[in-house]
């Protein structure tokens, strides 16, 4: 007579959800809460925005009155022009703000002592400066073009800050990098330049990116020295037109293109880092597969 055995099947359990380092993951109880306080929020939100909407509507912004001036040939000529005089402020600006930032960086990691105090002096005295100071001490004190010293005012600013950005990344960067280099006989040069900038670049871009998103939000400045730049433009529709000062109008046309400009920006380094993370050099090299009768070397 055979007996049987039966294998008492276990029950598998759900893996419990993995905690990171920065919070737990919540419970049910904690998601119900979140929950109600998104859709709160939601609410909240939406009702701010029907009552920004009904006052808009109240006051009369959405009259054809005030929106007719956009649609003269002029007026579209203005703001076309004023946003060229903004990116290319912006652009200018932006150029020389990285350039100043690698040079300053390179100088507060310098060995001389001399050269890291007077680079740790520029950087902490700019840095400290109210950048509209900046731009109007230059264009009124020493007689500077208004696009000259706009561009100057940021480079300053914006260069010391990126100078510490820099210095940072490259201190970020573990020990074992630089020390490896430099038991190969590389110099301090080289091992700045090829081991340590590329790797902290990927740490540094958020930073970079989000320091150049404040220079073009700051390039509105130059309409305080007459810089015909796309505030300034709006400001001319707005202030020295006889069309029912379409003040809110003309924000509503502005605020959207620097808010998308900013955006693109943003796109732009989301996209620049994805393609760091498809180098081909950090790619796993493809091995086609072994044949029947293939034999290894040394192999009978």
């Keep these: 007579m055979t007996s049987t055995r039966t294998t008492p099947t276990r029950t598998r359990r759900p893996a419990p959800a993995p905690a990171t380092a920065l919070y737990d993951i919540p419970g049910p109880v904690a998601r119900r809460r979140h929950l109600t306080y998104g859709i709160a929020s939601t609410v909240v939100i939406l009702a701010l925005f029907g ?40 652009a200018y600006a932006a150029v020389l703000s ?14 001389h002592r001399p050269v890291r105090w007077i ?65 190969l006989g590389m110099r301090k040069t080289q091992v700045t330049t090829f081991v340590l900038a590329p790797q902290a670049i990927r740490a540094m871009l958020p930073t970079i990116i989000s320091q ?9 400045l130059g309409y305080l020295i007459t810089y015909e730049e796309f505030l300034h433009a709006g400001k001319l529709i707005a202030s020295n037109l006889d069309y029912d000062l379409p003040f809110i109008p003309v924000v509503m046309v502005i605020s959207p293109i620097y808010i998308g400009l900013c955006m693109l920006l943003s796109w732009f ?12 050099k950090t790619q796993a090299a493809g091995v086609a597969p072994a044949e029947p009768g293939t034999l290894l070397p040394g192999g009978r």
């Design 51 to 90: 009552w920004i909407l009904h006052l808009l509507f109240d006051t009369g912004q959405f009259t054809a009155e005030k929106w007719r001036p956009f649609a003269y040939q002029g007026i579209q000529e203005l703001l076309l022009r004023g946003l060229g005089n903004t990116l290319k402020a912006f």
């Design 119 to 183: 680079s740790t002096l520029l950087v902490e005295f700019f840095r400290a400066m109210p950048v509209l100071v900046m731009i109007f001490f230059i264009f009124v004190a020493l007689k500077v073009q208004a696009l000259p010293a706009l561009v100057a005012g940021l480079t300053l600013y914006n260069g010391s800050v990126l100078a510490e950005v820099f210095r940072t990344g490259i201190n970020s960067v573990d020990r074992g990098q630089r020390e490896a280099a430099y038991a």
């Design 212 to 220: 150049l998103v404040v220079a073009l939000k700051d390039t509105s």
């Design 98 to 111: 990285l350039a100043l930032g690698a040079v300053l960086a390179v100088g507060r990691l310098s060995a």
């Design 269 to 280: 380094a989301t996209w620049v880092a994805k393609r760091q993370r498809r180098d081909l």
